[in-house]
């Protein structure tokens, strides 16, 4: 799969896959996603909140504790790039296994479809971890693996964060007495 996504490279999909890459670096889509929603009225309140407190404890336990313990080598970037990554693409210092890019948007797909099921959080879950396979970050098992974490992840995060009181009508569109399936 990895040989495959490598030869579909291309400026077209280069300039899709790699700024996606990068916006989602320390979580920063789904924080910017879930707070502009918030914001607009469209997710109850304290939802950015409530995903930064769940995605910083996927985050310690993907990036601080799971990396430490595998270790993997992240796959070849070009021998040719020296210095700087394209399209001003970060490089990590944790390993690669699993990735923490999947597991964040997947944990964030999990966490926030059930009472916000405005954008397809799946989809762009899936099409992040994809980019980190396509700007060769990662390997494919290092984002299915990070898919299947997040799952879980947003799984546990849905049990035991519980959703945000409605205090008012009209607050973020829902009306008191009318609870969201969250």
């Known amino acids: 799969m990895d040989a495959a996504v490598s030869r ?6 280069d300039a899709v896959f790699y700024p996606l890459s990068s916006a989602a670096d320390h979580s920063l889509l789904w924080l ?17 909140l409530r995903l930064a407190a769940v995605l910083g404890v996927e985050s310690a336990v993907t990036n601080l504790a799971l990396k430490s313990v595998f270790r993997r080598i992240r796959p070849a970037l070009d021998p040719a790039l020296s210095g700087p990554l394209p399209w001003g693409l970060r490089r990590p210092v944790t390993s690669a296994f ?22 397809p959080w799946y989809l762009i879950a899936g099409l992040v971890a994809f980019s980190r396979v ?36 009209g607050n973020a569109g829902y009306t008191v007495g009318v609870v969201p399936s969250e």
Do not use: Q
């Open 32 to 48: 910017a996603a879930a707070g502009a929603r918030e914001a607009l009225g469209k997710a109850r309140p304290r939802t950015a």
């Open 134 to 169: 396509y700007v060769r970050l990662h390997h494919t098992s290092d984002v299915v693996a990070g898919a299947a974490l997040g799952l879980a992840f947003g799984l546990a995060a849905r049990r035991f964060v519980p959703p945000a009181p409605l205090v008012a009508d």
């Open 8 to 13: 579909a490279h291309n400026p077209v999909l």
């Open 98 to 119: 699993p990735s923490g890019h999947a597991t964040a948007g997947f944990t964030t797909a999990v966490f926030l479809s059930r009472a916000d099921p405005g954008p």
